[in-house]
Structure formats: C-alpha cells, structure tokens
C-alpha cells in the first residue's frame, strides 16, 4: 500500500526517444537491401543499450513533436522527406543530440531516391557525407575507434566523407580501410552522431549511446544486466 500511494499520480519522464519510423519499415520490406538487415533488430539494438544504461526511453513517430527531447535515436531511418529533415535538422541547431545509422534519408515520402547525396535532407546536421556504401551478406569488416578499441563491423558499410565533422572510428580491412566509419558533428548548439554500420558488440552500443547521453548533458546510469529493466518516476519534483 505504501509503494502504491507512492507511485499514485506520479509519471515516467523521458529525455531521450527512440525514432520509429513505419513508412521506413514498409520500405524495407519492399526492398530490403540485403538479406541480413532487420529494421526491427537495429533499433533493439539501440533501444537496448539505452534501457541497460537506465534510461527512459519514449518510441516516438515521425510525426510527433521532438522539442521536449534532449536526444533523439533513428535506426536506419531511411524515409525522411523535407519537412522530417527539416525539424529534425532544427531540432540539433536547437540543442538537441541526434544519432543516426546507415541507410538514414535515401528516400522521400514516395519512396524514392531523393537524388541528392546522402543523407539527404539531414546531411547539413550530419555534416557528413556518404558517396559510397557496401552491403553486404557474407563479408566481415571491422572498425577502430579513436581510443584504440576495436569492434566487429557487418551487414552494411557507409563509407562517410567528414565536411565539418570529427571522425570517431575508421574501418580496418579492404579498400576502405582507414575511411571514416562513425561521425561526431556540432550542428548550431547541438550534436549528430552518424553509425555507418552495424556490429554484433554489445558494448559498442552501449558506449556509443553513453556518449549521447553524456554530451546532452544526461547521466547515464550504472549498467544493468540484459532482462533487467530500471525506470525511474516523478512526482511533485522528486524522482
């Protein structure tokens, strides 16, 4: 009964969101790119890493209003057409943390390639851009992040060309090797992350997640196992 006079009127409140996008999966499933891909996993992915970091995470849609938010996830948010790119894009010059991955802004609100370089209508914010990428099914690549640590890379590699941007690890192997792989980019008074790829690491999402919330100005929590999940509520002030 305490516990339940306690938690009475109180709410989740949630700094970051996780971007889902419905038009970008029933994309995919009209041409999926390569066999290896899975929409839903990536952003498990990302979704997981936030959750293990004991954070509140809302899933939001495309349409609804982002302004609230201090970070930002969009897993391969491949359709973006000019109005998503544009308040997403205001949304980092106000203050905001993106983090984007390969495949984000190839097509318009048609599903159609935008025709300009990618990522489209977010590569001002990016402040990268990506004029070669390689998917793949079989092939194993790998990425070296600036601190020296190496992570297993596959399913799909953007080769990025950093403008404004810092370059926060590079691929290892093949005719790629030593391009940029993962971007950092100050945009107006906020920051976009670019994932180029995708990795089996665990720990990879959870760093490169830790590095969102800690440069929007949001603590990340001690780590908890997988299964275990940690949500924090407000009420009248207090957590």
């Given at each position: 009964?305490?516990?339940t ?46 959750r ?13 209003d ?24 205001d ?11 390969f ?12 025709q ?7 590569k ?7 004029h ?30 950093p ?77």
């Amino acid at each position: 009964p305490k516990i339940t006079s306690l938690l009475q009127g109180s709410t989740v409140v949630s700094d970051v969101a996780l971007l889902v996008s419905p038009d970008s999966r029933w994309s995919f499933r009209v041409q999926p790119h390569t066999t290896k891909f899975s929409y839903d996993a990536l952003a498990v992915d990302y979704y997981k890493a936030l959750r293990q970091l004991r954070t509140n995470v809302d899933v939001v849609f495309p349409q609804q209003d982002f302004s609230h938010y201090k970070v930002i996830v969009a897993p391969a948010l491949l359709v973006v057409d000019r109005d998503l790119g544009a308040r997403l894009t205001d949304f980092v010059k106000n203050g905001g943390t993106l983090v984007l991955t390969f495949l984000a802004g190839y097509k318009d609100q048609n599903n159609w390639d935008t025709q300009t370089t990618l990522p489209g209508f977010l590569k001002a914010a990016t402040g990268a851009a990506v004029h070669d990428f390689d998917p793949q099914i079989e092939q194993k690549q790998e990425i070296v992040m600036s601190d020296g640590t190496h992570y297993p890379a596959e399913v799909w590699y953007d080769i990025l060309t950093p403008d404004t941007a810092e370059t926060l690890a590079t691929y290892t192997n093949r005719y790629y090797k030593g391009q940029a792989a993962i971007t950092k980019n100050h945009f107006g008074k906020g920051t976009t992350y670019y994932v180029g790829t995708k990795t089996s690491s665990e720990e990879f999402y959870q760093k490169i997640m830790s590095a969102a919330l800690t440069g929007a100005g949001i603590k990340p929590g001690q780590l908890v196992p997988y299964g275990v999940q940690v949500a924090s509520r407000e009420k009248a002030g207090k957590k």
